[in-house]
């Protein structure tokens, strides 16, 4: 049983396409995070939300509470984009984290 | 600031062989937390540390304990080695354990033979 899924698994763009992944999770949460893992295996924290929306740069992450389900979008993506996405919970019982098992996404110049 | 720092960053071990994993930071953080990462199943939480002196059990706890020497540094130990704890060991830490960004090491990436 997966606390946390991501779709889709796996994804290639072109440069310069509008990217979304998304992520839904079943139990209930006080915090999601977005998080990107570079291919040499570093982990780097993009986003922690806990309602509505949140934009860095070129990213957009989004959340809806009611629906469990969380989006992070790129907008006008880059090669230096190509990472795997990770979409993590923070359960609200227990002190639980749970992660998705990653979006890699590919961007092609 | 070095941020949060792993040693070693590789280790083969034989079947039953002990080791310890450190991990530091120096963000004055009050949370750490020990993941390990394996192919297809994503992170995995496997002991954290709410605040100095305090730790408990994660998702996947058997096989290990872990130390939270002080604020700066939380040591996980393998007592005796498996192979199914071949694995990616990542550690992290943030200013409290709910609401805030984690922080992540580099990872140590473990093979137990």
Wanted: aromatic letters at 10%.
């Amino acid at each position: 049983k997966n606390e946390v899924e991501q779709s889709p698994q796996n994804l290639t763009a072109q440069e310069g396409e509008f990217i979304t992944i998304n992520c839904s999770y079943s139990v209930g949460i006080s915090a999601l995070h977005w998080l990107q893992q570079h291919p040499g295996g570093g982990i780097v924290s993009l986003f922690m939300l806990s309602s509505g929306k949140k934009k860095h740069g070129r990213l957009i992450a989004t959340i809806n509470i009611q629906e469990k389900h969380s989006s992070l979008h790129i907008t006008a993506s880059h090669p230096r984009d190509s990472a795997v996405y990770i979409c993590a919970v923070k359960a609200n019982t227990g002190n639980q984290f749970y992660f998705g098992t990653g979006t890699s996404l590919t961007v092609i110049p | 600031n070095a941020g949060v720092t792993q040693t070693p960053k590789f280790q083969v071990l034989k079947t039953g062989q002990s080791m310890t994993l450190q991990c530091a930071q120096d963000m004055n953080h009050n949370s750490m937390y020990w993941y390990r990462q394996d192919p297809g199943m994503g992170l995995r939480l496997i002991y954290y540390s709410a605040s100095e002196g305090t730790t408990d059990k994660g998702e996947v706890p058997n096989g290990y304990n872990v130390s939270r020497l002080n604020k700066r540094e939380f040591s996980l130990r393998l007592e005796s080695a498996a192979p199914s704890q071949t694995s990616v060991y990542f550690c992290a830490s943030s200013e409290a354990l709910v609401g805030d960004t984690q922080y992540f090491g580099p990872g140590t990436r473990l093979t137990v033979l």
